[in-house]
T-cell receptor
Framework: EADIYQTPRYLVIGTGKKITLECSQT?????MYWYQQDPGMELHLIHY???????EKGDLSSESTVSRIRTEHFPLTLESARPSHTSQYLC???????????FGQGTRLTVV | AQKITQTQPGMFVQEKEAVTLDCTYD???????LFWYKQPSSGEMIFLIY??????QNATEGRYSLNFQKARKSANLVISASQLGDSAMYFC??????????FGAGTRLTVKP
């Protein structure tokens, strides 16, 4: 059983609000990832991290920020939510190159 | 940048039959890992199988096997003896040694009784 947790599971928020999606893992993994996925569609990489104080942008990163102050914690912040941000957000972590990524249960975000 | 292509948006298979889901990739890194994930309608991502770029043998995990053809840059997933519970989205992913993990667009598999 993977030990990676996302909160909240579901969130409905108004346009223009600032929100932070939480992701924590207890496996000591260095690599962590954030993906955005519309239902039944492909996963788009938003941000990733190779370790503490390391963050890199993915394909859809321009409207969000991340931080990695502790190994186990990788929060994603949307500074100003828009309806186009309505989607599912998946957090994942992995150990070395040959190791699979473990995924959290996801946060389903709706911006009204 | 690496690219992963899954050309089959949807596939149908009869229960108990085998099915092959296609995946091709492109990378300039000599060392990389290839992964397949299953995503049922519940939305969770379930890891199925892994193949390293230097592995000599094709990976197998129970009913799942990976048909790895390095020269053709393909990593097809074979599911033997399909079950109704195999109906789901299937994603191919790749992670080069010094890079992030990227996914293909996915294939929706439907198993018919």
């Amino acid at each position: 059983e993977a030990d990676i947790y996302q909160t909240p599971r579901y969130l409905v928020i108004g346009t223009g609000k600032k929100i932070t999606l939480e992701c924590s893992q207890t496996m000591g993994h260095d690599k962590m990832y954030w993906y955005q996925q519309d239902p039944g569609m492909e996963l788009h990489l938003i941000h990733y991290s190779y370790g503490v104080n390391s963050t890199e942008k993915g394909d859809l990163s321009s409207e969000s920020t991340v931080s990695r102050i502790r190994t186990e914690h990788f929060p994603l912040t949307l500074e100003s939510a828009r309806p186009s941000h309505t989607s599912q957000y998946l957090c994942a972590s992995s150990a070395g190159q040959g190791a699979e990524a473990f995924f959290g249960q996801g946060t389903r975000l709706t911006v009204v | 940048a690496q690219k992963i292509t899954q050309t089959q948006p949807g596939m149908f298979v009869q229960e108990k039959e085998a099915v092959t889901l296609d995946c091709t990739y492109d990378t300039s890194d000599p060392s990389y890992g290839l992964f397949w994930y299953k995503q049922p309608s519940s939305g969770e991502m379930i890891f199925l199988i892994y193949q390293g770029s230097y592995d000599q043998q094709n990976a197998t995990e129970g009913r799942y096997s990976l048909n790895f053809q390095k020269a053709r840059k393909s990593a097809n997933l074979v599911i033997s003896a399909s079950q109704l519970g195999d109906s789901a989205m299937y994603f191919c992913a790749m992670r080069p040694i010094y890079n992030d993990m990227r996914f293909g667009a996915g294939t929706r598999l439907t198993v018919k009784p």
